[in-house]
Structures are given as structure tokens and as C-alpha cells.
């Protein structure tokens, strides 16, 4: 097991904060301890990873109507002889202006699967990176007021939290943070993206016990 430390902070209603150590142990096996290696294959996870869950949330469902699919009469639209018009046949015909589409897109499905213990290991090897260049804070918070919210962040940036980016991500709820300017509410299963970029997180101790759970990370304090 490789371990490291991170900071955990406890913070009480009127935003006095408390710094304990969190030591982690990593699984070993999943963990890619060479930095060499891990900096040159680390993007290129990432970009594979993204794509995927990327593909996969994409939402656009493209369907055409067909022949089968139309309700419209089969009836033709005039005689077929003794008009002097050209021969014509249904109103619903894929020749017609409103007419079906002979061969327009049908639904097709963008999802991508990704291997588990590829997205294991890179999950694993994210959060390694991010603790060990301090982007990543675990926060214990009985905070209620935005303004008490507002002046613990600024604390946080200061002080704990190597911020490069403005934007923070918050994996959790803390009422007092949810709505102020700079803060992105993420949830379990979007944390992809934050882990992915460059940015900062901050992460409530109750979903960082789910997180190490799922991914055999040890926690002691």
C-alpha cells in the first residue's frame, strides 16, 4: 500500500476551522508510483476517460419519419390516367414537400463502455495526483450562513488550497457554499470532469468515506 497525508479540516458554525492530517493508503497494484510513466500516460487517460463519459452523456437522439411510421391515407392523390398531369401516388410519399424520409438518421446510440479496472486505475491515480499537488481539501462543515460560507472559502484558498483556477468543485453538501460565485456543485457520479482538469475540489468527509469505499482507499485520521 502507498500511503500519503492530506489536510482535513473541521469547521464550526461561526467558520473557526480546526486542521487535523488524514493519512490515505493507496491500493499498489492500481497505483502508478513511477512519475515518468505517470506523466506521460496520465493525459492520455484522461483524454480517453473523458471521451467516453462525454459519448456516453450525449443525449441527441436523431429520428426521421419512415414509411412505416407515418399515419397519413395510401390513397393516391388524383387519378392515374386522363388528367394530363403527371402520374402521382400518396401525399405521404418520400418524392412529396411533407413527405417521409427514405433513408434519414435512425437513432443512433453514442454510449461507449469503459473497462472497470482501467477506469479504477484512473480514478485511483487521479485523486493520488491531486492530493499530492494540494487540490484537493476534505471538509467537515456545520456552517448555515452564505456570508460565514463565503469567508471560510476565501480561508480555504488561501491558506490549504493550491487554486489556480477560479472555479472550485464541491463533491457534497454544505448549504452555507452551494450558491456562491465561484463554486461548481458536482455529484458522485459527475466528478469526472474536476478529476480530469486542473481544478481544485472540495470534498465533504461523508462522500469522500463513499469515495474510499469504492476505490479501497484507506482513511485514518
Known amino acids: 500500500m502507498n500511503s500519503t497525508i492530506t489536510s482535513f479540516l473541521k ?5 473557526e476551522t480546526e486542521l487535523e492530517k488524514l493519512n490515505l493508503e493507496f491500493n499498489n497494484k492500481l497505483l502508478e508510483t513511477d512519475k515518468l510513466i505517470f506523466d506521460s500516460y496520465f493525459p492520455i487517460w484522461s483524454y480517453y476517460i473523458l471521451k467516453d463519459y462525454l459519448l456516453t452523456a450525449r443525449t441527441a437522439r436523431p429520428k426521421t419519419q419512415t414509411r ?8 393516391k392523390m388524383r387519378p392515374q390516367k386522363h388528367t394530363g398531369f403527371a402520374r402521382m401516388g400518396a401525399r405521404s410519399s418520400a418524392s412529396r414537400v411533407g413527405g417521409i424520409k427514405a433513408f434519414g438518421p435512425n437513432g443512433r446510440n453514442h ?5 472497470r479496472v482501467f477506469f479504477k486505475k484512473f480514478i485511483i491515480n487521479a485523486i493520488w ?3 499530492n499537488e494540494n487540490k484537493i481539501i476534505i471538509v467537515d462543515s456545520e456552517i448555515v450562513k452564505t456570508k460565514v460560507g463565503e469567508m471560510a472559502l476565501e480561508n480555504l484558498q488561501t ?3 493550491n487554486s489556480e483556477n477560479k472555479n472550485i468543485y464541491l463533491l457534497g453538501e454544505i448549504v452555507a457554499m452551494q450558491n456562491l460565485e465561484n463554486i461548481k456543485n458536482i455529484s458522485f457520479n459527475t466528478i469526472l470532469k474536476p478529476l480530469c482538469y486542473n481544478h481544485s475540489m472540495i470534498i465533504t468527509y461523508e462522500e469522500w468515506e463513499k469515495l474510499s469505499n469504492r476505490f479501497n482507499i484507506v482513511s485514518t485520521k
Not at 412505416?68 to 390513397?75: F, L, P, T, V, Y
Open 11 to 15: 469547521i464550526n458554525a461561526n467558520g
Open 68 to 75: 412505416g411510421d407515418n399515419n397519413a391515407s395510401n390513397r
Open 111 to 115: 454510449a461507449k463502455k469503459t473497462n
Open 129 to 131: 495526483k491531486k492530493i
Open 159 to 161: 491558506n490549504f488550497l
